[in-house]
């Protein structure tokens, strides 16, 4: 276990709450929630390495046309590139709908799923591969933001590697939700042995706008077909509007 840091201000959290031997707790600059005590990198490694139920699943099949929808109607070609994408269910539905995707992630064993699909995916990060600039209209990160290391490094390379005015398209928890509300540590979506970030719909377009982005699309509406049945949970579309100046 160990102590962490706001990725943004870079300082320790006060303590909000605990979670078995996880500790929630948030900036007192900027106000982004974190999960502090933690797991360390080794063993957040040896949970990546052995998952087998997957984080999109059966839902993404559900979600991926509407989303897919709202990535088209915002960019302005078909380069997409899917941030961890899992066994790749949205991948699919991707290419199946035109797009010209690839899929990255950091579990060999999903690469290794997608690759017998014939899906085209890569191991590793966003900021591991070193894309070209300017190479992708769609960059996706489907419920993934909340376990990247460093979420502002993740979306500098985002903004780097899309076109002007391509789409970075993102969901994740709420943590502002009425569930983590009421059920604190106990709420279902915390996962605080995996999720490493927990942001509200506030900290997160204060996020994007650091890194270069103007929101377009949001919703936490479980009726709205992007989010459809996800109870506590956020859609975000953002357009690239400049270069980001984060790591500047
Ligand atoms: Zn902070």
């Not at 276990?1 to 007192?28: H, V």
Request: charged fraction near 20%; hydrophobic fraction near 40%.
């Amino acid at each position: 276990m160990i102590n962490t840091f706001c990725f943004r201000c870079r300082i320790p959290g006060t303590p909000l709450f605990s979670s078995g031997r996880y500790g929630i707790a948030q900036c007192p600059i900027c106000g982004q929630a974190f999960t502090s005590p933690r797991a360390d990198d080794a063993e957040l490694q040896k949970f990546y390495g052995n998952r087998r139920e997957t984080f999109q699943s059966l839902g993404s099949m559900l979600w991926a046309s509407p989303r897919l929808d709202l990535v088209q109607h915002w960019a302005g070609g078909n380069r997409l590139l899917d941030v961890g994408c899992d066994r790749g269910d949205f991948l699919a539905a991707a290419i199946w709908r035109g797009f010209r995707a690839i899929g990255i992630d950091v579990s060999e064993r999903n690469v290794t799923e997608c690759l017998k699909k014939g899906l085209p995916a890569i191991s590793g990060t966003i900021e591991s591969q070193r894309f070209l600039p300017g190479n992708f209209d769609a960059v996706t990160f489907w419920d993934v933001l909340e376990h990247v290391p460093d979420p502002a490094t993740a979306l500098t390379e985002a903004n780097r590697i899309l076109a002007p005015e391509g789409v970075l398209a993102t969901s994740c928890p709420d943590f502002d939700s009425w569930g983590r509300k009421t059920f604190g540590g106990n709420w279902s979506h915390l996962h605080p042995n995996q999720h490493l970030w927990h942001f509200t719909g506030e900290t997160l377009g204060k996020l994007f706008v650091e890194c270069g982005f103007r929101p377009a699309y949001f919703t936490k509406d479980p009726l709205s077909l992007s989010n459809f049945g996800r109870v506590d949970h956020m859609v975000l579309i953002s357009i690239k509007t400049k270069e980001a100046s984060w790591l500047n």
